[in-house]
């Protein structure tokens, strides 16, 4: 077989930054274990990579939302340690679950009498203490199919822990009158942002996501995060435009003077969406370098005029501090992380 070429994008992972991150998280979670939130490829961030780092620091309990997640994870852990969020739809869901060992998550009655019917065993149950998404009603915690569950952890989801909410505390006094009336092994309710809420959030087992990957959704645990995720691409031409000139579609910038600029290569197709654009920047060595027009699919412009060395096969990063690019471009640290496109991890 050939082999491929270089690529002309790369997301490099910071595998101390992630280990970091949960380690930390695990510690403010203080008397409860972290496990970790490894749904969506790792928030974008890729299982391959990210699972195995979260093994070795020490997480023991990873979270997935849909069954077709389940293998990848479990090349690397124990199947038997990874909940499935969105439960057992149908009869072959449930087979699948009890056939690899993973955990189901029962979020309804028609689910738990679902599992029950083919043969039951150990799930997680959630409740739905105020979020309305997945999840039991409070009313329904006595119900004789939840009491015919053998469950391992009840859980939870918070809506607002990343404000200071009364909605955080209601949501707090629901679960724990719910935990009185549902026979089960441990209990979790704080997400990474329910962490930094401190111990009474806390239970047996937090579940992080957001965090873990240098998300920082609230300020009071931002110094114990570090940055995951570093996308960069490759200039893969340069040129100079004159005074009146345009660049891209749309014809959106005009230069006021001769400019030395390069052509990049990330587009929206690799999570560089054109939100970026209005007074973004690349950077190489510290230094910005301005984006010109448009987001291409699969290139931008930038203005070279401050790195006169740069040339084609130099390599630019996008700046990607989740917390200061999620207020420069709108939209949400969760969004940053999982835009990014494949082909920024297909090396």
């Given at each position: 077989m050939t082999d491929l070429p270089p690529?002309?994008?790369?997301?490099?992972?910071?595998?101390?930054?992630?280990?970091?991150?949960?380690?930390?998280?695990?510690?403010?979670?203080?008397?409860?274990?972290?496990g970790a939130a490894v749904k969506a490829d790792c928030y974008g961030l890729g299982v391959e990579t990210c699972v195995p780092i979260l093994r070795e620091a020490g997480a023991r309990d990873f979270f997935v939302a849909h069954w077709s997640e389940v293998a990848s994870v479990a090349r690397h852990v124990d199947p038997g340690?990874?909940?499935?969020?969105?439960?057992?739809?149908?009869?072959?869901?449930?087979?699948?679950?009890r056939a690899i060992g993973a955990i189901p998550v029962i979020n309804s009655l028609r689910q738990a009498k679902q599992w029950l019917d083919s043969g039951g065993?150990?799930?997680?149950?959630?409740?739905?203490s105020g979020i309305n998404r997945l999840g039991i009603a409070l009313c329904e915690a006595g119900d004789p199919l939840v009491a015919q569950l053998d469950v391992r952890v009840l859980m939870s989801h918070l809506a607002s822990a990343d404000e200071d909410?009364?909605?955080?505390?209601?949501?707090?006094g629901a679960f724990r009158e719910v935990l009185a009336v549902i026979a089960h092994q441990?209990?979790?309710?704080?997400?990474s942002a329910g962490i930094a809420l401190g111990p009474d959030y806390h239970f047996d087992m937090t579940r992080p996501g957001l965090a873990l990957y240098g998300g920082v959704p609230r300020s009071d645990i931002e110094n114990a995060i570090r940055q995951v995720a570093y996308p960069e691409a490759a200039i893969i031409q340069t040129r100079s435009i004159a005074r009146g000139d345009t660049v891209g579609y749309n014809a959106t910038f005009t230069a006021d003077r001769v400019v030395r600029v390069g052509v990049v290569s990330i587009g929206y197709a690799d999570g560089m969406l054109r939100c970026w654009v209005d007074g973004?920047?690349?950077q190489h060595g510290g230094r910005a370098l301005p984006i010109l027009g448009k987001v291409s699919m699969d290139m931008v412009v930038i203005d070279l005029s401050a790195a006169p060395d740069l040339s084609e096969g130099d390599w630019v990063r996008l700046p990607y501090?989740?917390?200061?690019?999620?207020?420069h471009t709108?939209?949400?640290?969760y969004e940053l992380l999982t835009v990014l496109g494949q082909r920024l991890k297909s090396r």
């Open positions: 690529p002309s994008l790369r997301l490099t992972i910071d595998r101390e930054a992630l280990a970091h991150n949960w380690r930390a998280l695990d510690r403010l979670s203080g008397h409860a274990s972290a340690s990874i909940a499935v969020l969105h439960g057992p739809a149908n009869v072959a869901d449930a087979d699948y679950a065993g150990p799930c997680d149950l959630m409740v739905d909410s009364a909605m955080n505390a209601r949501q707090l441990r209990a979790s309710l704080a997400n973004g920047a690349l501090r989740l917390p200061d690019a999620a207020q709108g939209l949400s640290q």
